[in-house]
């Protein structure tokens, strides 16, 4: 012992479910909520495993389809892109990166992030839209209606109480938060809906750093949730 201090990362608590561990394997996510799994799994060894055990699964089950010829249009296209493909590298029909890996020991964010924003956490460029909450979109080629973003909040912080005009999924990067649901720390994931109405409190620790996706606005339901509601597209 040399009397440095390590800090060691807690595995997730709250997971991705087995649905759409087998939906990300097969290639049938979105691109948002492929880039939501892929960075769960960099934080989280047992969905990894899961994942994993899902991919061989599949893989089973393809090798004991009976084969059916292809077309010389189909073979084409298959070698066309076999050609351009990069052999160091999974890529999905979305962009994400699919190859199944742990997070990088000195990185805050996790690959497929950094992929995406160009950078690691340090060098975010934050939009503050008051109240202690920041946050910075992320760019991609995502469904209509979805907003990808990372959100920030102040140590000891709430986000507005709020509750959802669609689905709402929310994964910790950074520090922690708590709400009726629980506490949540990094790599810990909530999916919420309409029937969910809450307001996160950041830890009092640190700042909170989550990404999010959403395919609907979110509905801020406090005292002041009416005016909220005019201004604020989060």
């Not at 084409?76 to 190859?99: E, F």
């Not at 102040?154 to 929310?170: C, F, I, K, S, Y």
Request: net charge negative; glycine share 10%.
């Amino acid at each position: 012992m040399n009397g440095s201090a390590h800090r060691v990362m807690t595995a997730p608590q709250h997971h991705i479910s087995d649905e759409w561990l087998l939906d990300y394997a097969s290639g049938a996510l979105d691109e948002a909520a492929s880039l939501f799994v892929a960075t769960h799994l960099t934080y989280c060894p047992e969905c990894r495993a899961r994942a994993q055990e899902l991919e061989a699964f599949g893989g089973e089950i393809f090798d004991r389809i009976e084969p059916a010829p292809l077309s010389a249009s189909a073979m084409d296209a298959m070698m066309a892109r076999l050609d351009v493909a990069n052999d160091a590298d999974l890529i999905s029909d979305t962009g994400v990166d699919m190859a199944i890996r742990p997070a990088v020991e000195g990185d805050v964010l996790p690959a497929p992030l950094r992929s995406y924003l160009g950078c690691d956490l340090d060098q975010v460029v934050w939009q503050k839209r008051g109240g202690g909450v920041s946050v910075a979109e992320i760019d991609g080629y995502f469904e209509q209606g979805q907003q990808v973003y990372l959100l920030k909040v102040d140590a000891g912080r709430a986000v507005p109480q709020h509750t959802h005009g669609g689905n709402e999924m929310v994964m910790v990067l950074a520090g922690s938060y708590q709400d009726e649901n629980g506490t949540f720390a990094k790599g810990d994931v909530e999916i919420a809906d309409g029937a969910v109405d809450h307001q996160p409190i950041a830890g009092s620790q640190e700042d909170c750093v989550c990404l999010v996706v959403t395919d609907a606005p979110l509905r801020f339901t406090g005292s002041a949730g009416w005016l909220l509601n005019m201004f604020v597209k989060m």
